[in-house]
C-alpha cells in the first residue's frame, strides 16, 4: 500500500487546512489510518487515529477540539482537518495504515506516507 499526503502549506495562526491522504489500494477500507507529526528537533508523536470503518476515533490531547480525522473508503482517502493552527503545530505529518483497527502507537503501523509539512505563522 503506497500513501500520498497532501495539502499541507504555510499558514497564519488560527488559520485552517484539511490534510488528505491517499491510498492506491482498492482495500482501503480494510486499513485502520493515522496522523503523527514530527517537528523540528522532536521525536514523531501521534495525532488521530481512525478505524477501518470510522467507528472508532481517537486525538492526542493537544488537538482534541482543534484537528478532526474523517475517511472517505469510497475515495481511498483520508483526511485530517486542522483549525485554529497554532505556531506550535508546526510540523512534518505523515498519514499510515494498518490493518482494520485503530492505533496510538506508530509501531502498528506497516505502512507510511511521505509527509506534508505544514507552517504555522505567529
Known amino acids: 500500500v503506497q500513501l500520498q499526503a497532501s495539502g499541507g502549506g504555510l499558514v497564519q495562526a488560527g488559520d485552517s487546512l484539511k490534510l488528505s491522504c491517499v491510498a492506491s489500494t482498492r482495500t482501503f477500507g480494510s486499513y485502520g489510518m493515522g496522523w503523527f507529526r514530527q517537528a523540528p528537533g522532536k521525536e514523531r508523536e501521534f495525532v488521530a487515529t481512525i478505524s477501518y470503518r470510522g467507528a472508532i476515533i481517537y486525538y492526542a490531547d493537544p488537538v482534541k477540539g482543534r484537528f478532526t480525522i474523517s475517511r472517505d473508503n469510497a475515495k481511498n482517502t483520508g483526511y485530517l482537518q486542522i483549525d485554529s493552527l497554532k505556531p506550535e503545530d508546526t510540523a512534518l505529518y505523515y498519514c499510515?495504515?494498518?490493518?482494520?483497527?485503530?492505533?496510538?502507537?506508530?509501531?502498528?503501523?506497516?505502512?507510511w506516507g511521505q509527509g506534508t509539512l505544514v507552517t504555522v505563522s505567529s
Open positions: 499510515a495504515a494498518k490493518a482494520y483497527g485503530a492505533s496510538r502507537d506508530s509501531k502498528d503501523y506497516h505502512y
